[in-house]
């Protein structure tokens, strides 16, 4: 099947899936009692469901599983590459573990130590950052590359656990990055992302149906960190696609709200002497709550800087 249609179907099913299965996850979730409760930090006032990631994960594997029997029953050219496997194994790895503290909380040093184990499965697979392009020429980053992949897996899953904060954002903004390095991925010929990066934009189009103010079910740290992790391994193998140019900087961009967000949290929190673990209410999407707007309009507008970014992102890494 060809790739720009394998893509589609991907899509189309994730869609498809995610719809049906998200009502039945969140029935579940109510069922066990895995609520997330209202306090502290948390802007929700009422508990809610919190196994959305789970729906998610399940939508991608339908959708992945779709496109793999199809492509093998019409005999066409087989999407799994070291790329491919890579992403699905790093995205199990740690959806996993997100999944298992939603169910059991998690210490954070735990989840930690679990976003790195997919992290570095991910570069042994054979994903990594073996050049940074400049404008200059390359540079070879030789046995720092492996390092610098696993920091950056790892900072991109936490940026957008850390912008998961209001209904709608989260999924919104990984929507648009997803969509984005998709558009690219096809540009470029990462074939081995493509598919991922297209089953993962219809389980979050899905899950936004659900999640949209006022939610009926949140993400949890499943989704969040399956997303992130996704994003992240599309970042890497557009980086390392033929013609790459500017491919690795247009996912920095892409991300830039959530990668700002994530630093600026850290560089915060350093700076009051306290542990970059430490969750506070100095978000950007707290500040702007702070300033009067609506969980609605802060929502909309985040998205919407995502939205124009990711546009930037494909108009230079194309």
Not at 29 to 46: T, W
Not at 216 to 244: H, K, Q, T, Y
Request: one cysteine or more; charged letters at 10%.
């Amino acid at each position: 099947m060809e790739l720009g249609r394998s893509a589609l179907v991907a899509f189309g099913v994730a869609l498809l899936v995610g719809l049906v299965v998200t009502p039945l996850v969140r029935r579940a979730a109510v069922g066990a009692s895995l609520l997330d409760e209202p306090g502290g930090r948390k802007i929700h006032v009422r508990a809610i469901p919190r196994l959305g990631g789970a729906a998610m994960l399940v939508a991608v594997g339908a959708a992945l599983a779709a496109v793999l029997g199809l492509s093998a029953a019409l005999a066409g050219s087989s999407p799994v590459n070291s790329a491919f496997v890579a992403t699905v194994v790093g995205v199990v790895i740690v959806g996993g573990v997100g999944l298992i503290d939603d169910l059991r909380d998690l210490p954070p040093v735990a989840k930690l130590g679990g976003q790195i184990a997919g992290a570095v499965a991910v570069v042994w697979l054979g994903l990594s950052i073996d050049s940074i392009i400049v404008p200059w020429g390359a540079i070879d980053l030789g046995p720092l590359g492996p390092i610098l992949t696993v920091i950056w897996l790892v900072a991109v899953v936490n940026a957008v656990n850390l912008i998961d904060g209001l209904d709608g954002l989260a999924g919104g903004v990984a929507l648009i990055a997803a969509a984005a390095f998709a558009a690219l991925a096809w540009m470029l010929g990462a074939t081995g992302v493509l598919l991922p990066l297209a089953a993962g934009a219809g389980a979050v189009l899905a899950f936004l149906a659900y999640n949209r103010p006022p939610a009926l079910i949140i993400m949890g740290d499943a989704g969040s960190m399956f997303l992130g992790m996704l994003l992240g391994c599309g970042a890497v193998a557009l980086g390392a696609a033929p013609g790459r140019h500017l491919a690795l900087v247009a996912a920095v961009v892409a991300l830039g709200v959530p990668l700002f967000d994530m630093t600026w949290a850290v560089v915060r929190r350093l700076a009051a002497g306290r542990s970059v673990f430490a969750a506070d209410s100095g978000h950007i999407h707290h500040r702007l709550l702070h300033h009067g707007l609506s969980q609605t309009q802060a929502a909309a507008l985040l998205v919407g800087v995502s939205a124009l970014l990711g546009l930037v992102a494909v108009i230079i890494g194309r």
